[in-house]
């Protein structure tokens, strides 16, 4: 075999490598991207920048059988504004389950920023501060 044959099939066998998620081969599942996103909250602190959180935790996209999205981690992300116009953004990461499809919110666990700082990090925090920021969750 000709060097630049084999030289074409290890570039090949790089480049495979690049487009995997778990660095198994494969891209990440639902279920492990949650696993992960648990792994992830006992690294974050209160009072982390935002941008620093959101890079910790991560983003993720799991592809459906035709290329198109259907899921993103995080799933998705509310921006409310508190009785004195303070941006507040939350930001519902998956935690729990095989299917992101119909999650009830307990399969989710929501970041609270405000002012581009974490201040929550859980459904607790959220239920007794909400009144304080005045913020209305559908």
């Known amino acids: 075999m000709s060097s630049r044959f084999i030289l074409a099939i290890l ?3 790089a ?3 690049c487009f995997t998620g778990s660095g198994r081969g494969r891209p990440l599942g639902v279920a492990e991207i ?3 996103n648990r792994a992830n909250l006992s690294r974050l602190e209160l009072g982390m920048a935002q941008s620093e959180a959101l890079a910790l935790m991560g983003e993720h996209e ?3 059988v035709r290329g198109e999205a259907n899921f993103r981690n995080p799933l998705r992300r509310e921006h409310v504004r508190d009785k004195d116009g303070r941006a507040i953004e939350i930001v519902f ?4 389950g095989e299917t992101w499809e119909d999650a009830p919110d307990d399969a989710l666990l929501p970041l609270s920023f405000h002012d ?3 201040v929550g990090r859980s ?3 959220l239920e007794r501060n909400v ?3 005045g913020v209305g969750l559908r």
């Not at 990461?93 to 729990?96: G, K, P, Q, S």
Request: charged share 10%; hydrophobic share 55%.
């Open 11 to 13: 570039c090949l066998v």
């Open 15 to 17: 480049a495979a490598g």
């Open 34 to 36: 949650a696993a992960q």
């Open 62 to 64: 799991v592809l459906g």
């Open 93 to 96: 990461y998956f935690v729990r």
């Open 116 to 118: 581009g700082e974490l």
């Open 123 to 125: 459904w607790a925090w």
């Open 131 to 133: 009144h304080k920021y």
